[in-house]
């Protein structure tokens, strides 16, 4: 059963960046620069509110929800702040490998130093053996040439962010026992789209709001990502409690890169390369030994 669960949060992740990328490439506003605030802003409210609407708008956080989930929103804002700033200045598959590898190995040293969390010695293989995949899927283009400070320093910024995302996620579901799932999403993603917001605003307003006019097509792949990744978001909650988180985020990590690359070959006809495979039999090789 818990296989099947993730497996299905996988599936779920993997959706919510395949939409992502349909509605980027389809989002039809005058001012493409928006497209990241736009989603940004609608996926964190969407999430919030949804969470809000189905718990029949009862919130009552305690004080370590609260304090967790507003920390866990600015881990989002920073994220995503640093995924539009790096894409600006350097190479786009080193900041990929720096999403995925702080997604893995900030919660395992996290737990191992704090939590008295350990691997054994074949989870530890299969980890090491994902982030080998990772550098093999991201090879093509992967270069620091002429990077500038200021890129490595947002690539920081997203492996620390994506990292302790998972951190704090898994924290709170441990103390308190798999409670308060919903206040915990509620204020971690509707916490993100009101400091978006703010910030934006700060910014230029006229252009946060002109920003939401866009035609059907880019709207309704916008939807579909909000209603998976909130999907998602609620599954990760859960699937916490049942699994350890690092065996957790390398199976997810490792299986939304392989089934992306899967979906850019059959949806875009983009040619995979003998590396790029060899990087797909590796992270399924780690899937299957952490499956044991």
């Not at 994902?130 to 947002?154: A, E, P, R, T, Y």
């Not at 919903?182 to 700060?202: C, K």
Request: hydrophobic share 55%.
């Amino acid at each position: 059963m818990t296989a099947l669960l993730v497996a299905l949060l996988v599936l779920l992740f993997s959706l919510q960046s395949l939409f992502l990328k349909l509605f980027s490439q389809n989002y039809d506003n005058p001012d493409s620069t928006l497209t990241s605030t736009v989603f940004s802003i609608s996926y964190g409210a969407f999430a919030g509110l949804a969470t809000l609407a189905i718990a029949g708008f009862r919130f009552a956080p305690s004080g370590v929800t609260l304090g967790l989930g507003a920390l866990n929103a600015l881990m989002l804002l920073t994220y995503t702040t640093a995924m539009i700033q790096a894409s600006r200045c350097g190479s786009y598959s080193f900041q990929m490998i720096s999403v995925l590898f702080g997604g893995i190995l900030v919660p395992m040293v996290y737990g191992a130093l704090f939590l008295g969390e350990s691997l054994n010695a074949v989870q530890l293989a299969a980890v090491g053996l994902m982030l080998v995949s990772f550098v093999l899927m991201n090879l093509q283009g992967l270069s620091l040439k002429g990077s500038s400070k200021k890129f490595l320093l947002w690539c920081l910024a997203l492996f620390l962010s994506n990292g302790f995302y998972g951190v704090l996620l898994n924290l709170q579901q441990l103390r308190l026992g798999g409670a308060e799932r919903n206040e915990m999403v509620v204020l971690t993603f509707l916490g993100m789209a009101l400091l978006y917001a703010v910030s934006q605003l700060a910014r230029n307003p006229k252009a946060l709001f002109s920003g939401f006019r866009m035609s059907t097509k880019p709207l309704i792949f916008l939807i579909l990502c909000c209603c998976v990744a909130t999907a998602a978001a609620h599954m990760m909650l859960y699937v916490l409690t049942l699994i350890d988180e690092t065996v957790l985020y390398t199976i997810d990590n490792g299986g939304v890169l392989v089934l992306s690359v899967l979906y850019s070959r059959v949806l875009f006809h983009e040619k995979l390369s003998r590396i790029q495979l060899v990087g797909i039999a590796v992270a399924m090789a780690s899937i299957i030994m952490l499956s044991l």
